[in-house]
């Protein structure tokens, strides 16, 4: 079992900058891919950025290329989600993924999720 906790979520304006954090615990081992994806209400979770654990190659959505940078520390079992320049658009409950390498983008192939941070933009 993996234990994954977000945090860091919260209501800003437009144009400011937040950073969430996703806490991983239990049997990590084997579990490469850390992503983050979001959703809206009666919306598909949508894939935000994932990062390898080991090597650190990332990959992000084209809606965040260069406005959101994903990061993990090794030493404190935690990825982060560092949101600049954000937008009313980027309003969604973000949810933090584990899925073994090569899960990258396929939402149905991560086997462990949190529970969800809300982030509200305000214009």
């Known amino acids: 079992q993996v234990q994954l906790v977000e945090s860091g979520g919260g209501l800003v304006q437009a144009g400011s900058s937040l950073r969430l954090s996703c806490a991983r615990s239990g049997r990590t081992f084997g579990f490469e891919d850390m992503a983050w994806f979001r959703q809206t209400p009666g919306k598909e979770r949508d894939f935000v950025a994932v990062?390898?654990?080991?090597?650190?190659?990332?990959d992000y959505a084209d809606y965040v290329k260069g406005r959101f940078t994903i990061s993990r520390d090794n030493a404190k079992n935690t990825v982060y989600l560092q949101m600049n320049s954000l937008k009313p658009a980027d309003t969604a409950v973000y949810y933090c993924?584990?899925?073994?390498?090569?899960?990258?983008?396929?939402?149905?192939?991560?086997?462990?999720w949190g529970r969800g941070t809300q982030v509200t933009v305000s214009s």
């Open positions: 990062i390898t654990w080991s090597g650190g190659s990332a």
């Open positions: 993924a584990a899925g073994p390498y090569g899960t990258r983008r396929s939402l149905g192939s991560y086997n462990y």
